[in-house]
């Protein structure tokens, strides 16, 4: 059974950074995201990124996110600055081959104000 290594989750004071990785268990995904799903809300997309590197992001985060991967290393990441109480959410992180959707395991990221 493939798994997947998501790092990186933990509590934080408002306004501080966090970075999470996400390891996937094999290489040729297209598209690489995180997803995040906040207590009674439904799971949104956070960020993507594409094979050739273009990014798209939620309006929430635009400015204050970045997403990143390395092909090599099959991991992708997401750098979250300026940290609001309103990104608490569990982050899972996401992956597309052959049209098949792939999901990490959840890293819980708390923001405390």
């Known amino acids: 059974r493939c798994s997947w290594r998501s790092l990186g989750g933990g509590v934080v004071q408002a306004g501080e950074s966090l970075t999470l990785s996400c390891v996937a268990p094999?290489?040729?995904?297209?598209?690489m995201g995180w997803y995040r799903q906040a207590p009674g809300k439904q799971r949104e997309l956070v960020a993507d990124?594409?094979?050739?590197?273009?990014?798209m992001y939620a309006e929430s985060v635009k400015g204050r996110f970045a997403i990143s991967r390395e092909n090599a290393k099959n991991t992708v990441y997401l750098t979250m600055n300026s940290l609001k109480p309103e990104d608490t959410a569990v982050y899972y992180c996401?992956?597309?081959?052959?049209?098949?959707?792939?999901w990490g395991k959840g890293t819980l990221v708390t923001v405390s104000s």
């Open positions: 990124i594409r094979p050739d590197g273009s990014t």
């Open positions: 094999r290489s040729g995904f297209n598209t």
């Open positions: 996401n992956a597309i081959r052959f049209g098949v959707n792939y």
